[in-house]
């Protein structure tokens, strides 16, 4: 996009842009609930081209067209109606850095090593090199099988621009910690290149620190916001002419925190009508140690329902940004002659409590922070608008795109395709895992049919739920149905008896149970390291020198 040569220039150009995408957004959505429409062509006999379109901390539950009355999605409820809504997908560990370790790998934490945003816990005989224990990175492997492969946004690897097998790969990260990286990094390169009247904002998606749940207001028009050079450079990919098909990611960075939605987002929800945060009991709702630590650690512990419902309403401003560069995306893919034979999958790493059960951020096992939004689409194979509630999780996405180039590579996943078409069985359980196995932070989850059991190894804790009569998760289950947790207990222990995480067992191979310890309260701190800034000043005149 060219920079404005006036305020008022600038200002008809991004009510430009915004008309323009909800233009977009309504005649797709006309075009998808017209009757009678034909029907699709027949299958073709190239490889699909595959895209991957990923967010940030986004819920499953925060989709118009599955359920939500209070938010506007025209773009994701036009891929709800273009294939599958899996409605129990799960992130297996809830938290950025393994969740994406786990989308590149097809691999979940026990093979990955990784439980945390730490980097990995390995035992001896693991390789040192993610790839050596796991196997090609997935846009590695896509390359190797012949598609043009190009990842945009956010990808949070260590080190920050690993190289993950991309041909074309321009990184958006949230933070710079160096003046380097700001200088490599490719939206923030973008910014000081084509808008250098915004450089000198150090935080180019919003302030982070105390200010992570507070609302704010993008300081970019959205023109130019992180996400819109994201589906800018979405588009400019899709359109590429190779006879290659093509494989590609964009990771948006929102709804992630700092909740700083542009103009008109920021005033697009009303607080008033947002609803309360979801609450049980505290002692359950706050069993888990992890949710106290993390509540203080972001200056959360003491946001009250009004602030919630603020908060809430930036958030889902958020969303709705992201759908609207979406809309440009799926336009995009429509343009061309092959849009039919275009796999789709949107999906999330993980969501965000947004103060249900007492607690914001991510990395427990309640549903607000580990159940994810999960299309999956492809005109040519796949029916339309269809709801599946198997057991789905983020380690079938290298499976996913694998099986439709072709030749399946499920590695620990399962083959969502044949799931979808009827030619193959779901899970019965699915596992989740979070903290280094062994250490007080350690839990595992077990899904099977409508039960959740949790495990917390800090103090032996146990939460069970029967999510279709609960989903709100607000009736602990643990003691009325007992043997339901006995029996998801030793699936939880046969689950663990594999390399890596058996140190969560003991000497009998059962759950490991150790003394309940709270740790040291303390805050996260999340300045412009790329600008020499570490923290607070001393004194408040020191910021001036």
Not at 269 to 274: A, S, V
Not at 519 to 531: C, G, K, N
């Amino acid at each position: 996009m060219h920079k404005p040569s006036s305020p008022t220039q600038g200002m008809l150009q991004r009510r430009e842009f915004l008309g323009i995408l909800t233009a977009a957004a309504a005649t797709s959505l006309t075009a998808t609930a017209k009757e009678g429409a034909p029907p699709p062509a027949p299958p073709s006999s190239h490889p699909p081209n595959i895209l991957f379109i990923m967010t940030d901390q986004q819920r499953a539950d925060t989709i118009a067209a599955l359920g939500n009355p209070h938010i506007y999605t025209p773009n994701y409820d036009r891929l709800v109606a273009r294939g599958i809504a899996f409605t129990n997908a799960y992130s297996p560990c809830p938290v950025c850095v393994p969740a994406r370790l786990t989308i590149r790998t097809g691999c979940d934490a026990p093979t990955t090593g990784v439980y945390s945003n730490a980097g990995p816990k390995l035992v001896e005989g693991q390789p040192e090199k993610n790839e050596d224990r796991c196997g090609p990175y997935l846009a590695r492997t896509m390359t190797q099988r012949g598609y043009r492969t190009f990842g945009i946004g956010k990808f949070h690897t260590h080190p920050w621009d690993e190289d993950v097998g991309y041909e074309v790969h321009r990184h958006s990260e949230e933070l710079y910690g160096s003046p380097d990286q700001r200088n490599r990094d490719s939206y923030a390169t973008f910014i000081r290149e084509k808008h250098p009247e915004y450089d000198f904002v150090e935080g180019l998606m919003g302030e982070r620190t105390e200010m992570y749940y507070m609302p704010q207001m993008s300081p970019l028009p959205a023109a130019f916001g992180v996400e819109a050079w994201a589906a800018d450079c979405a588009v400019e990919q899709i359109a590429q002419s190779d006879p290659r098909p093509y494989f590609g990611l964009v990771s948006f960075i929102g709804p992630h925190p700092p909740l700083a939605p542009p103009i008109p987002f920021n005033r697009m929800y009303d607080p008033d009508r947002m609803p309360d945060p979801i609450r049980g009991d505290k002692a359950v709702d706050l069993m888990d140690e992890q949710l106290r630590w993390m509540n203080h650690a972001i200056w959360a512990e003491d946001i009250n329902d009004s602030h919630a419902r603020v908060l809430k309403a930036r958030y889902y401003g958020e969303i709705s940004y992201i759908d609207q560069c979406l809309g440009r995306i799926l336009d995009a893919v429509e343009a061309r002659g092959d849009a039919a034979n275009t796999l789709i999958c949107f999906f999330s790493d993980h969501g965000d409590h947004l103060g249900d059960h007492y607690s914001w951020q991510k990395e427990s096992f309640f549903e607000a922070a580990c159940h994810v939004p999960f299309l999956v689409s492809w005109p040519e194979q796949l029916p339309a608008n269809v709801k599946n509630d198997a057991l789905v999780s983020l380690t079938d996405l290298f499976g996913i795109a694998t099986s439709a180039s072709g030749n399946p590579e499920l590695r620990e996943g399962i083959n969502v395709l044949d799931l979808a078409k009827g030619n193959a069985k779901g899970r019965e359980h699915l596992i989740g895992y979070y903290g280094m196995p062994g250490k007080n932070l350690f839990k595992v989850m077990v899904r099977e049919g409508n039960w959740k059991y949790i495990f917390m190894a800090n103090g032996g804790l146990e939460q069970l739920f029967n999510l279709k009569d609960d989903p709100n998760e607000l009736k602990q289950r643990i003691t009325t149905d007992s043997e339901v947790a006995k029996r998801l207990r030793k699936v939880a222990a046969k689950a663990l008896s594999r390399t890596n995480v058996k140190r969560a067992l003991n000497k009998d191979g059962n759950l490991l149970v150790l003394p309940p310890q709270d740790r040291p309260m303390q805050r996260i701190y999340q300045f412009d390291h790329s600008r020499g800034v570490k923290g607070f000043p001393d004194k408040p005149g020191d910021v001036l020198k």
